[in-house]
């Protein structure tokens, strides 16, 4: 914890919130912010157990979901919670959780990864998947309806039906031969 400070309350995205012990009720009690729930207790909990010292609360770990990349990875130990990877700060951390009975993300532990170990590896290597996936082709007929994939120029020019590999190439105009 910094300095033994305390969150009491007020804006969920402060430094007291994501790093210091949340006083602000009752300790078995259940926190709720935007679509999130977890236990007071575990959050605080979740602040001394990291293990690195550079503990942080779930108001902190909540903003994993946030990464365009996160990544959810079976979780071996409980086949009924998810384990979500997400980067916050250039950080990958892991995120334990389920969804409760209303549809909310139950965040049950949350830790910070080694930038080299398998999980931080796993979260890249599907983060570059994601960057270097193509959007799938586009049928013929959604092709042929799409009015930014037809041009049309004067008598001496047909409609063309631009593919994929045209546009790449900045939409080339095809003529009709003058013959």
């Known amino acids: 914890m910094k300095d033994n ?13 994501y790093f210091c012990k949340d006083v602000s009720g009752d300790e078995n009690e259940d926190v709720i912010v935007e679509n999130f729930i977890w236990n007071r207790k575990k959050s605080n909990d979740n602040i001394i157990d990291t293990g690195t010292g550079k503990g942080f609360s779930f108001y902190y770990a909540r903003h994993a979901f946030d990464d365009e990349y996160v990544y959810e990875v079976y979780n071996e130990q409980n086949p009924d919670n998810y384990k979500t990877l997400g980067i916050i700060y250039e950080n990958v951390i892991v995120v334990i959780n389920c969804l409760d009975e209303n549809n909310k993300t139950r965040i049950i532990s949350a830790w910070e990864v080694d930038k080299d170990s398998h999980i931080a590896h796993r979260y890249y290597m599907n983060k570059r998947l994601k960057q ?5 082709r586009e049928s013929l007929e959604e092709e042929i309806k799409n009015p930014r994939f037809t041009c049309e120029v004067d008598k001496d020019i047909v409609y063309a039906y631009v593919s994929k590999k045209l546009q790449e190439r900045n939409f080339e105009k095809i003529y009709k031969d003058s013959n």
């Open 5 to 17: 400070l305390e969150y009491k309350g007020g804006n969920p995205d402060s430094q007291e919130a």
């Open 132 to 136: 270097n996936r193509k959007p799938q």
